[in-house]
Nanobody, 121 residues
Framework: LQLVESGGGLVQFGGSLRLSCVGP??????IGWFRQAPGKEREAVSC????????KYADSVKGRFTVSRDNTKNVAYLQMNNLRPEDTAVYYC?????????????????WGQGTQVTVSS
């Protein structure tokens, strides 16, 4: 499964962006969104199960970010509102299907190349 993210860019404090993650067969998998800022570890941001019926968010983005998917189009989205400078990072989507203790929705087998999000103050 090859995943491709898009939608990143430069936005001002308080602005919005919508990231997309596309891939053939994506509809079978749970999708996770992660981010990594320079000098920091990768951080889980959000995830959505394959059916779209369950979602999860990191505390730092709750109320600002919304994850969704359209399985008819093999695409997942991360709508990011009220962006802050601390949201600046490379954002990655990932796909997986096996869950278990410690999983962020699931464990991930496939990763996209990432898209840069930069929020100016």
């Amino acid at each position: 499964l090859q995943l491709v993210e898009s939608g990143g860019g430069l936005v001002q404090f308080g602005g919005s962006l919508r990231l997309s993650c596309v891939g053939p067969g994506l509809d079978y998998y749970a999708i996770g969104w992660f981010r990594q800022a320079p000098g920091k570890e990768r951080e889980a941001v959000s995830c959505i199960y394959a059916s779209g019926g369950g979602t999860k968010y990191a505390d730092s983005v709750k109320g600002r970010f919304t994850v969704s998917r359209d399985n008819t189009k093999n695409v997942a989205y991360l709508q990011m509102n009220n962006l802050r400078p601390e949201d600046t990072a490379v954002y990655y989507c990932a796909a997986g299907s096996l869950t278990g203790e410690g999983a962020w929705c699931v464990f991930y087998d496939y990763w996209g190349q990432g898209t840069q999000v930069t929020v100016s103050s």
